[in-house]
């Protein structure tokens, strides 16, 4: 039920309904948030989230119209970007803490292990949830960092739910999670030994909201609108944490005990341009771009 | 007989139950990851409380049986066109098998960029993965018409229609009823993926949810769900077909003589 | 008028090749009753198959009517070998028996009527409601005669119809078959392995030769058209003509293939 | 001669129906067909092969044997013993409906992350069709035969291995037929998870890159792949049932 | 020795109810030629069936050597009146009738042997490649005759084995089955509607009344041990007895069940 892509249906009272594809986790707490505190209602945007597992099935909806503005990770909006999917940022969407130790994400190992430092990784078999993705490319920089050869890490895809058993079990020496995994491989006893999105960039810009080109072009008023209601739902985010372990029982269904534990992401308003252009060229590094290189400008607002 | 196996069928079930209940309680494995049969009841106690849990379930029942209906419709339909008609049997078979095999996950990007999030993904994939299902049986199903019998039609001078209504039909209804029961339980499967992955409303996302969440039980009572619905729906189609197929020797045989 | 000219049948599967018939040629009239007798084996069901449109021959012709036979003639009716079989399992025996009538258009009363009269006649009344199955072998049998003779048809195929009745309920079926004939002057082709039988019901009796398989002899029955099974069977003209029928199959068992060698 | 252009003639209509529709294409998701034969070409070389098809092959082809071999067994047990029948019947309906997707991380509990995860995966879901046509089949053996069999004293494995299996091959064959298609489905299915190589892994990665040409390359890769299975399948049935299809045709053709 | 006291079976189905046999009581010693006779749907294949231990009996008890029939006695072979559906489809002729065998451990030497003189006494020699269904009616019925001789078996029940062949290959047969019965000492309980062949094969014939079923009458033929189709059926004894059968079955048809009411 969509005009092609040029904003949502608008009704008489010149609200518009829009649809948001958004991946139910922590990340996008703040577009909830600012959904209750009537951020979009009160610039006449009509809200409706529509969730899916990832890219996959967020991007083609957004490019075709199907949702008007979409969550993803800039890794793969940077992938998009190199094969000209016609989409554009519109606004920051989360952001690394920037602080060794206290992130949304880390590598974890078992209490036990012998893997100390990112450095002890290689050769060893770590879990990220998709492959050729922000995981592996960052965790590789870790290592880097940490002095060691990234090009030995043996990385399988295990999806962030079952992390923390593949850990438990034996099966992988080491995950890459991000919360409320990271808080469940935690109270298992898990150890964390690298704070990958710290290690790859000082405040790194995780992921961004998109829309597609033909909506940026044809409807700017609603977009700029859209920014202004995220940003101020993301300043609001950052500002009120309570509030956000409160949003979050909302729509997922962490428990209530990992929800006062859990360590929340930055959401600051502005994307990180420099922390894009790192993860351009780690990807790049990575050859995750099939030997092209993302137009950052291009994608960025 | 019918009470009997009735009881006998719900033992299998606690069987299943006591069987999750030991395994996490003795230890041989980890109740974060597998929680017993109770505290998997206590979950699904909480959510069956809950509208949203049966709207998802009302979601999930109404994509599968409207994809169901025209999976099976249109199996029925094509499956005894082709069957019946040598020459078409033979000009399709390949395309058939070329396209049989491409997994309805593939046509995910599909069905988002054409439906989004709408019923019409699911019953996209859903339409998409059970037609096979009923089309092959029906095939087989027509293959199996006892030559005798297809000859006495024939001798009487039947008309297409009616060897079909009167012969080739009450023949493959066996195979067709195999094949809507795979049909049935496939969209199901594939009603439940569907709003797995793109997130269409149903008991799928929410299964999607309560495992982003690390709600290990929840997910195993939405899962015990979905398999108990599974069981609901062989329950109808075992009544429905015992009524229709008492005719047929694998029905026949079931009254000890 | 059924003609059959040198008609021939070789059916081929991998590497066995049987010539089931090797050169056919006879006509029955219309309103003919003829009985087809002949070894085991030697190609009668074959010889129906073809005539009622259900086998394409290998070489030679049917013509009905003067119309060459491609597919299943209208008014024709048959009786198969395989009865059991020829019996849908999914169908009461009356739905059976009323089945073909409703393809002829038959109005629903006279459906009705025929069916009853039908199973009447072969003795199945009350077991209208029953499964093919859940019936005895003769009784599964006298189901498919009378199929075909609520059909009333114009042509009439049976082959071995009576095989697996007692011979009370055979002698009732033969009169059966003779009044039906009579009544509605069917042409009546009727293959069976008795010989009695076969000279009893026949107009004439034609005997085929063991595979592969010609005509080896045929004999015109000069009993009464109107026969009994005390009367006609004592007729010492009987007696004669079954002998006849009796040593020139013997004879085809002996000597096969009219032309000489076997396959 | 004719049956090549039957096998033939349809799907060549189709691909330059689909060849002709999609040329001037500005769709990014459904790109010009030229663009993917032009990148079916570029993506399956022979490396590509040895990397990500033959580590896929193995993996269905053991988890399609698996299935059938359990399938076959389980089905025979369950079709003739009216009171298992009645007591596993539940609870294989209940893990019939169980989308494999979800089942994924119960089974790499037990059986890790590894090759054995995804055939166990892929007969999971290719189990049901052999299992449930072997019921049916056995269920429907013509009384007569099993009769005569019983009163030849044909008993035991002689009476499965002789009388009960060929009376019910038929529709056991419909039943691996139809689980050929699903265990190359599920082959894609567990691929998705945990995996690092392989024909489903590919094609999820084309996916989630954005390479929609690939992708789609990918698709009809898999396209081929059942096509030719199939085939090989279908040769094996006619060999198997070669007395079916003859008893069938029989009375038809000659 | 084959006892049978009170037999009773009753056909349960939805609504139906067929009372098949009400009260059959009779022996037969070991190694004896016992025929039956009756009218179509009497209960003769339900009688047999329940002999088989095939079917269950509503009452009464089957004993064969003193021991309570429950399942399948060992040695025990039958020819089934729905020959084609006995035969499997899927083998050939030669591994139709070998599989018994087999189940019997008897060496595949001697198998060969005695698939091939079964086959060669019931006239099928040249087919044993050959599957079933390419076969004839009464081709088929041979091969079901062949599996059960070739089977040796210590007790034979035939379910009208020869209702599907030629007059002369009847004859045959029935000497075939005579042969057996004299060299191995077989008991044979035969079931037939034709009264010449029940007077000829038989040392008795058991007569049963219509359904519901009862023992209406038996004779004992005392007809020479020696018998052959020509002297045999010439004896005016042989005549007497025939008639005397036909008698019986004209009368059971007319006054069925031996108590008294019909279900
Ligand atoms: N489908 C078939 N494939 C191969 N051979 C066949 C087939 N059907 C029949 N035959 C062969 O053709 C010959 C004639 O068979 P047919 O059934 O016509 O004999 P028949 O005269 O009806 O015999 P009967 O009196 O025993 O029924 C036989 O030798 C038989 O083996
Ligand atoms: N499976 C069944 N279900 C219900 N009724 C049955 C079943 N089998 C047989 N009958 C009934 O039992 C009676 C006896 O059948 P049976 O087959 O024993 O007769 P028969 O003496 O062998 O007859 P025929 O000479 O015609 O073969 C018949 O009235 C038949 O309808
Ligand atoms: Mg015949
Ligand atoms: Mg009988």
Request: charged letters at 20%; proline letters at 5%.
């Amino acid at each position: 039920g969509s005009d092609g892509g040029s904003g949502g249906d608008t009704d008489a009272g010149g609200v518009d309904q829009v649809k948001v594809g958004v991946i139910p986790i922590v990340d996008v707490a703040p577009i909830y948030l600012g959904q209750q505190k009537g951020f979009f209602k009160s610039r006449n945007i009509e809200l409706t989230m529509e969730s899916g597992q990832g890219g996959a099935a967020i991007v083609p909806g957004v490019v075709s119209g199907q949702f008007q503005f979409g969550f993803s990770n800039f890794t793969s909006l940077l992938i998009a970007q190199t094969k000209n999917v016609p989409i554009k940022t519109v606004a920051n969407g989360v952001a690394s803490t920037g602080e060794q130790g206290k992130d949304f994400g880390a590598v974890m190992v078992k209490a036990d292990s012998p893997i100390r430092t990112a450095a002890d990784l290689v050769g060893k078999k770590v879990s990220v949830n998709t492959l050729k993705n922000i995981g592996d490319t960052t965790v590789r920089e870790s290592v880097r960092k940490a002095g060691g050869d990234p090009k030995n890490i043996n990385f399988v895809e295990v999806p962030f739910a079952n992390a923390p058993a593949a850990l438990e079990e034996g099966q992988v020496d080491a995950v890459w999670v991000v919360e409320p995994s990271l808080t469940q491989v935690k109270a298992a006893g898990g150890r964390m030994v690298a704070s990958n999105y710290v290690d790859a960039a000082p405040n790194l810009s995780v992921a961004a909201y998109f829309t597609s080109a033909k909506l940026a072009g044809e409807d700017a008023d609603l977009v700029k609108r859209f920014t202004e209601a995220i940003n101020e739902s993301l300043t609001y985010a950052d500002g009120h944490p309570d509030e956000v372990r409160g949003v979050l029982g909302s729509y997922t269904k962490i428990d209530e005990k990992t929800r006062a534990e859990l360590t929340l992401p930055k959401w600051p308003t502005e994307i990180n341009k420099e922390s894009v252009d790192t993860l351009a060229k780690l990807g790049g590094q990575d050859g995750i771009f099939d030997g092209a290189t993302p137009d950052v400008a291009k994608l960025l607002p | 007989m019918t009470r009997g196996a009735g009881l006998l069928g719900v033992a299998g079930l606690a069987g299943l139950l006591v069987l999750v209940e030991a395994l996490p309680r003795l230890g041989l494995v980890n109740d974060d990851y597998l929680p017993p049969t109770s505290r998997i009841a206590a979950a699904l106690g909480d959510e069956l409380v809950t509208g949203e849990f049966w709207r998802a379930v009302g979601d999930t029942l109404t994509g599968w049986a409207i994809g169901l209906l025209i999976a099976v419709a249109a199996g029925v339909v094509v499956g005894i066109l082709i069957g019946a008609v040598p020459v078409l049997r033979a000009a399709t078979a390949s395309t058939i098998e070329f396209l049989r095999p491409i997994p309805s996950v593939a046509l995910i990007p599909l069905a988002v960029l054409l439906y989004g999030t709408d019923l019409g993904s699911t019953l996209l994939l859903v339409v998409y993965a059970a037609f096979w299902q009923v089309l092959v049986q029906v095939l087989y199903g027509v293959a199996d018409v006892d030559p005798i019998a297809d000859e006495t039609a024939r001798s009487f001078r039947f008309g297409p229609w009616a060897r079909v209504r009167y012969v080739l039909w009450p023949t493959a209804l066996p195979y067709v009823f195999t094949g809507v029961r795979l049909a049935a339980s496939v969209a199901l499967v594939l009603a439940v993926t569907a709003e797995l992955v793109i997130g269409a409303p149903g008991l799928g996302k929410s299964i999607a949810v309560a495992q982003t969440s690390g709600a290990v039980p929840l997910m195993y009572a939405l899962i015990a769900v979905t398999g108990l619905l599974g069981v609901g729906i062989n329950l109808a189609a075992r009544v429905f077909e015992r009524r229709s197929l008492a005719w047929h020797q694998s029905v026949r045989g079931e009254v000890p003589a | 008028m059924l003609e059959v000219s040198s008609l021939n049948k070789v059916y081929r599967s991998g590497a066995r090749e049987v010539e089931a018939l090797r050169d056919l040629t006879f006509t029955v009239d219309s309103g003919e009753l003829v009985c087809l007798v002949g070894p085991s084996g030697c190609g009668k069901t074959t010889l129906l198959r073809c005539i009622a449109g259900l086998l394409e021959p290998s070489g030679g012709k049917v013509r009905l009517d003067g119309r060459e036979v491609s597919g299943p003639p209208p008014g024709l009716a048959m009786v198969f070998q395989e009865y059991g079989r020829s019996l849908f399992p999914w169908m009461s025996v009356r739905d059976n028996v009323e089945l073909p009538l409703k393809q002829k258009k038959i109005t629903r009363h006279r459906r009705a009527t025929l069916v009853e009269q039908a199973l009447d006649a072969v003795g199945l009344a009350g077991t209208e409601s029953a499964y093919p199955w859940q019936l005895s072998g003769g009784m599964q049998q006298r189901v498919a005669i009378a199929r075909a003779v609520a059909y009333e048809p114009s042509t009439l195929l049976m082959d071995e119809p009576f095989a697996a009745v007692d011979a009370q309920t055979r002698a009732d079926l033969e009169d059966l078959v003779r009044a039906l004939w009579q009544r509605l002057e069917v042409t009546v082709l009727f293959i069976t392995h008795d010989i009695d039988e076969a000279v009893y019901l026949g107009q004439r009796v034609l005997m085929l030769s063991s595979s592969p398989t010609v005509v080896q002899d045929e004999i015109t029955v000069d009993l009464p058209a109107a026969r009994d099974q005390l009367h006609t069977r004592a007729d010492p003209r009987f007696t004669e003509l079954r002998t006849h029928v009796y040593e020139q199959i013997q004879a085809a068992k002996l000597q096969p293939g009219g032309a000489g060698a076997s396959s | 001669m004719k049956r090549v252009a039957y096998v033939l003639g349809l799907p060549v209509v189709l691909f330059a129906a689909w060849y002709l529709l999609s040329a001037g294409s500005e769709s990014f998701y459904a790109p010009p067909l030229s663009k993917i034969l032009e990148s079916f070409g570029k993506t399956w070389t022979l490396d590509r092969f040895t990397a990500d098809v033959v580590p896929s092959l193995l993996r269905l082809t053991a988890g399609y044997a698996v299935a059938a071999v359990l399938g076959v067994a389980v089905g025979v047990t369950v079709g003739l013993n009216r009171w298992v029948r009645a007591t596993v019947e539940p609870v294989l309906e209940f893990f019939r409906a169980v989308p494999p997707p979800v089942l994924v991380p119960v089974i790499i509990l037990f059986a890790g992350i590894g090759d054995g995860m995804k055939v166990i995966v892929i007969a999971f879901g290719c189990v049901w069709p052999v299992l449930l046509n072997t019921v049916e089949g056995v269920r429907a053996v013509d009384s007569i035969q099993i009769d005569t069999a019983r009163a030849y004293g044909i008993s035991g494995p002689a009476r499965i291995g002789r009388v009960i299996l060929p009376a019910a091959s038929p529709q056991i064959a419909a039943g691996l037929r139809q689980a050929l298609s699903i265990a190359i489905i599920l082959m894609v299915i567990s691929e998705m998870f945990a995996a690092s190589n392989g024909l489903g892994f590919t094609i999820v990665q084309f996916q989630r890159s954005f390479a929609i040409p690939e992708m789609w390359s990918g698709i009809i890769l898999l396209g081929l792949l059942g096509f030719v299975l199939s085939l090989l399948f279908r040769l094996a049935e006619g060999r198997a049932l070669r007395w079916y299809h003859g008893l069938r045709e029989a009375q038809r053709r000659s």
